[in-house]
């Protein structure tokens, strides 16, 4: 399998997830600005949408958008928990989150990293994502991770995306249980590989 990410980029959770199931694969690095790989390759060529991440198998078939590739992932590996069984009332729970976490935090910061975007509605949008991760942050009340004790694929989607709250002046700072989860979640050795095959270990996050 390969995988197509960037540095920082929300392709860092699936680059995670593949860590963590112990799955084979070969990670293949996207620049968003040129949109080609390291050996010049026209990336819209693998994928149309031009963005990351984008999973394909050994047969040619390729899975694209987060959420689907690390269920995906999860699946192959029951016996590590990174997601609960298919048509459990506990996996449409992870579902709730893994959506939650695409529309009300990923997609909202689409704005801050827009250049173009006036201070006016960036200042709208960092108020909208304080009041997001406030939430995540009661829920996490008396639980080690989003869905109880065991990590998950939500786990590693939510922690890539708070890591792009700091440089883009969205203060966490008062939410303790979330300060304290993304640390939990940084300390994990799959987690730590992963900053450091991208390149993020002394750096900021980048652009989604």
Not at 17 to 26: K, Q, T
Not at 40 to 60: A, H, M, Q, R, S
Not at 162 to 174: C, D, G, N
């Amino acid at each position: 399998m390969k995988l197509y990410y960037s540095p920082g980029a929300c392709s860092l959770s699936p680059h995670i997830v593949l860590l963590e199931s112990g799955l084979p694969f070969e990670a293949r690095m996207v620049s968003l600005k040129t949109h080609k790989l390291a050996d010049d390759t026209d990336y819209y060529g693998i994928n149309p949408k031009g963005y990351v991440p984008l999973l394909e198998f050994d047969n040619g078939e390729r899975l694209t958008e987060g959420p689907a590739i690390v269920q995906w992932v999860a699946d192959q590996v029951p016996a590590k928990h990174l997601a609960p069984p298919p048509g459990t009332m506990a996996r449409y729970h992870l579902i709730e989150w893994l959506n939650f976490i695409t529309a009300e935090l990923h997609k909202s910061f689409s704005v801050l990293f827009n250049p173009a975007m006036p201070e006016e509605a960036k200042a709208l949008v960092r108020t909208r994502l304080a009041e997001r991760f406030g939430y995540v942050d009661q829920q996490l009340a008396g639980k080690p991770y989003l869905t109880g004790e065991h990590f998950t694929v939500a786990d590693a989607y939510l922690f890539v995306i708070a890591r792009w709250a700091q440089p883009m002046k969205v203060e966490l700072a008062s939410f303790n249980r979330l300060t304290e989860f993304i640390a939990r979640v940084a300390a994990r050795p799959a987690v730590q590989q992963a900053l450091q095959a991208e390149g993020l270990v002394h750096g900021e996050a980048k652009r989604h």
